[in-house]
């Protein structure tokens, strides 16, 4: 009678049991489920892993990455104080509600995410910080709601009414209009100042007194400005359609070359004479601000010094007014002597 089949588990029994060792050979007395004899198992024994100093960088990885694990623990604390840091109001946003222009926003970069492992609840570093803040050496554009807010306010102020003409109503109604803006008014008084020059554009350009004392400037400004460079006769007569106005005007036999050279440094002398009025608007812009700032901090105290800042500016307004005008003029003396030269 054949024996029947042999179980599974008698099957695994019967495999892990040995009679020898491996290693040696050596028979053992009873069936056994380690391979290898009690000599063999000594002495095969790998040594020990000694704890080595000898690696500081392996010491460093180890060390950082159970900080990295004992910090994981923290990140439901750590992210309620992003969401709290993030909900509050940040200093460029206090500061647009004050001067009401937005500062321009900086670029995405992987940096300007908190990460969970910041310590104390610190969101941003002192460098990220400083990154996020515009730069105010840079001038940030006007927008358009800005520009035409000031405008709106001359308006107002000068009791100037928007004389805009009146959107009739379309034949097509769903056309796109585009949305009217506010502009500055075409004043009558200016259009006679540009007009009156363009009248007479033979008369030469000659600076009052008036003009000389109200805009001051050193002479070697002045003369680099409104002085027309000297071109030599010689180099003058290569071209009898030359337009670079030369100091000896008799290099010009044909009369319309001398008319011609005429108009063209009248037309350089206006151009670089309307530096002097733009560049005292500037300088006189620039102190109105100082001012203004100081009379700001001044108002509501009983400093005697308000009543003197407040007159300056007055008088810093109205010279900026007169130095407008002049420069208009200027510029439209050159424009007329332009077109003059072209005729």
């Not at 102020?157 to 008014?185: G, Q, V």
């Not at 006769?233 to 009898?240: A, F």
């Not at 900026?320 to 005008?325: P, S």
Request: overall charge negative; aromatic content about 6%; hydrophobic content about 35%.
């Amino acid at each position: 009678m054949s024996p029947g089949p042999l179980s599974p588990q008698l099957k695994l029994t019967l495999r892990s049991l040995f009679l020898a060792c491996s290693n040696c050979k050596t028979k053992f007395s009873s069936a056994s489920a380690d391979s290898l004899c009690g000599a063999c198992r000594n002495s095969d024994l790998p040594p020990l892993p000694q704890a080595s100093t000898s690696d500081p960088d392996l010491l460093r990885a180890i060390s950082l990455s159970l900080a990295g694990i004992q910090h994981l623990a923290r990140i439901p604390e750590t992210l309620d104080k992003v969401l709290e840091h993030l909900s509050q109001p940040s200093h460029s946003q206090l500061r647009l509600g004050k001067n009401k222009r937005p500062p321009p926003s900086p670029p995405d970069s992987p940096g300007e995410h908190p990460s969970p492992s910041d310590e104390e609840g610190q969101v941003l570093s002192a460098e990220d910080s400083d990154q996020d803040l515009p730069d105010p050496d840079i001038d940030t554009p006007r927008t358009q709601g800005e520009v035409e807010g000031l405008i709106q306010a001359v308006l107002n102020t000068l009791n100037i009414e928007d004389d805009s003409p009146s959107i009739e109503p379309a034949k097509n109604i769903f056309k796109r209009h585009k949305k009217s803006s506010c502009l500055f008014p075409a004043y009558e008084q200016l259009d006679d100042i540009i007009k009156s020059q363009w009248k007479n554009p033979d008369h030469r350009v000659q600076l009052s007194k008036r003009f000389t004392q109200t805009y001051p400037f050193p002479k070697e400004c002045i003369d680099l400005w409104s002085s027309p460079p000297a071109v030599d006769p010689p180099v003058s007569r290569l071209s009898r359609n030359t337009t670079i106005p030369v100091a000896d005007a008799a290099a010009f036999k044909d009369p319309i070359d001398k008319r011609l050279e005429g108009f063209c440094k009248s037309s350089f002398t206006a151009s670089g004479s309307a530096f002097r009025p733009i560049f005292a608007i500037a300088w006189m812009a620039k102190a109105m601000e100082v001012w203004v700032e100081q009379a700001a901090q001044l108002i509501g105290s009983e400093d005697p010094t308000t009543d003197n800042i407040l007159s300056q500016i007055a008088d810093a307004t109205t010279y900026i007014g007169d130095a407008a005008l002049d420069a208009a003029r200027l510029v439209a003396q050159a424009s007329a002597h332009s077109v003059a030269a072209c005729g």
